[in-house]
């Protein structure tokens, strides 16, 4: 292999590496695991690692996870549900439930 490509692939594998790595999921409920969605993120640099979760009461509804712009955490209550933002800037921290 010629330097320079040696040289790229050196710092793609760097810059990767280094990036902060989220969970996608686009449609989640507590008694399953993620069904459509799943996979990872790496986040730019204005990004976070981000999720949303949807309760009815104490009862989880469904969860969004993402690599998200501008995160900013919310908690909204509409209609008898509550709506939980959380942001968070560590490797796959959004993965909880």
Known sequence: MDKPVLLAFYLICVTVGTSLKCLTCH???????????FGVCIAQDDEMCMSLKIYRGEELLVAYMECQKFCKAARVKRKGRIYVHSCCARNYCNGKI
């Open 27 to 37: 449609l989640r409920v507590k008694a399953d695991r993620c069904r459509r969605g």
